[in-house]
Nanobody, 115 residues
């Protein structure tokens, strides 16, 4: 059974930084792509960033220049470095991995940006 587990969330002041990690188990080939989505209270889940097996990245406009996604493809691990955090970045952050038509999701980690 494929399982994704996120870590690294928490409470941070505006302007601060956090690094999220997501590790997959039970997956014996590399995901085609991995990424991060987030869901704030009362809002739909939205894409934050994705990275393909070849290293191509894509970011939501709201996080460009502040967030950086990276991965260890051989280990199916993905990271999200978040800098210059804003209160509007507050959300539950979900890791996902895609292998052709199959998608796998983690349980989420809470990120709260508040003074």
């Amino acid at each position: 059974q494929v399982r994704l587990v996120e870590s690294g969330g928490g409470l941070v002041q505006p302007g601060g930084s956090l690094r999220l990690s997501c590790a997959a188990s039970g997956m014996f080939v590399s995901f085609n792509a991995m990424g991060w989505h987030r869901q704030a209270p009362g809002k739909q889940r939205e894409l934050v960033a994705t990275i393909t097996n070849g290293g191509s990245t894509n970011y939501a406009d709201s996080v460009k220049g502040r967030f950086t996604i990276s991965r260890d493809g051989a280990r199916n691990t993905v990271y999200l470095q978040m800098n210059s955090l804003k209160p509007e970045d507050t959300a539950v952050y979900y890791c996902n991995g895609r292998y052709f038509s199959s998608a796998y999701w983690g349980q989420g980690t809470q990120v709260t940006v508040s003074s």
